[in-house]
């Protein structure tokens, strides 16, 4: 039985987030097409990466969930690749 059932959280790679600013910036996509295309599930996402964005916290796009105000940048590459591919499994089903 997964534990994480239920859960509203969702993890996104930080290719995915700056994807999605560089997308905003462009002019070209609303933040309905762009959540159609990364499968975003709430537009306050895209508004909280485009603020760090503005104000140069892009380091914030690489952390974990559940470690907004604590992260540094210690998270081994490994965890970040499993994250990752998780992302990418539930993107496929």
């Known amino acids: 039985m997964d534990s994480k059932k239920g859960s509203t959280k969702r993890f996104y790679p930080e290719e ?38 503005r104000e140069g916290q892009t380091h914030r796009l690489a952390q974990p969930l559940g470690k907004q105000s604590s992260y540094n940048a210690e998270l081994s590459e490994l965890d970040e690749l499993k994250k990752k591919v998780l992302y990418y499994e539930r993107k496929r089903n």
């Not at 959540?35 to 508004?47: A, C």
Request: proline share 0%.
């Open 16 to 53: 995915i987030k700056q994807e999605v600013i560089r997308m905003k910036l462009s002019g070209d996509y609303t933040n309905a097409e762009i959540m159609g295309i990364h499968q975003i599930k709430n537009r306050g996402q895209i508004k909280t990466w485009m603020k760090w964005h």
